[in-house]
């Protein structure tokens, strides 16, 4: 396919829609179709490109995804869950790609996702950046080399002041990693709140620590600490457009997939399956 391939981008008032904006204005083979934010918005009517500090772009920033998503190709998505699981149905419906960042799912959430990629390309991810897809890898790796009997697993996460979903995705994406390395559930076996007289750790659990405060992006770390030794694998984000670029890259790759759920694993050839 040489046209370029006509993106909507979801939440486009936000820090993460802008980012959007500007990276697909900078990618060759990506152009911003539509804009979409939510109803009463003060970013509804303005142009995107101006918005995101690029200049007028012809694109008007609307409230009504049908409209955007005519003749779309695709979708980028970092909003709410409700509205997450609204656009994939209206995805399957087009049978376009969704690339959906947004964490805080609800297991009928990702039921109802996971239906709608009967018939639309949906790349869904904790995390959009290379950096935390590679570490999930290694963090299954170390996982399954090192004894829960031996090991303990501590997943620490760090996000600004106005993060409103805990553990973080990113966070749950790498416990996943560490359970699938552990060949157990990681729902059974995480521990998410310590407080009060709480008795020992329980062995094999995989235990998740949150803080907020300021505007960090994004600050992870897998703890594995042993008698005598801790190894620490982690990740520092320092700027927006590492999500923003890695959801460009999974649309541009989803354009020529079948219909089904994919991760961001799938988009950079980490996947066990690839």
């Known amino acids: 396919m040489t046209d370029r391939m006509k993106l909507v981008v979801a939440g486009a008032g936000g820090r993460m829609g802008q980012a959007l904006i500007r990276i697909i204005a900078a990618t060759e083979g990506a152009v911003l179709h539509g804009a979409i934010v939510r109803p009463g918005s003060a970013a509804l009517g303005k142009d995107a490109g101006e918005l995101a500090g690029l200049g007028p772009i012809g694109v008007t920033i609307t409230d009504d995804p049908l409209a955007a998503f005519l003749h779309a190709d695709g979708v980028i998505d970092f909003t709410s869950p ?48 290379l950096g935390v897809n590679l570490l999930s890898v290694l963090v299954e790796q170390a996982a399954r080399a090192l004894e829960a009997s031996g090991w303990d697993i501590e997943v620490l ?78 990740h ?12 460009v890259k999974a649309a541009l790759w989803a354009r020529s997939a079948k219909p089904g759920l994919y991760s961001m694993l799938d988009v950079l050839g980490l996947s066990s399956h690839n």
């Open 157 to 234: 996460e760090m996000h600004h002041k106005h993060k409103v979903d805990a553990p973080s995705g990113t966070a749950l994406l790498l416990g996943d990693a560490a359970a699938r390395g552990r060949g157990i559930d990681l729902t059974e076996n995480s521990v998410r709140v310590r407080d009060g007289h709480t008795g020992p750790r329980e062995p094999g659990s995989i235990g998740f620590a949150t803080l907020r405060g300021g505007s960090v992006i994004g600050e992870h770390s897998v703890i594995l600490a042993g008698e005598g030794e801790i190894i620490t694998l982690s």
């Open 236 to 247: 520092s984000a320092g700027d927006r457009t590492i999500f923003a670029r890695g959801a």
């Open 82 to 129: 409700a509205t997450s699981v609204e656009f994939a149905g209206l995805a399957a419906q087009a049978r376009i790609v969704h690339v959906i960042g947004t964490t805080g799912c609800s297991p009928a959430d990702e039921a109802r996702i996971e239906a709608a990629a009967r018939h639309a390309r949906i790349v869904k991810s904790g995390n959009m950046s």
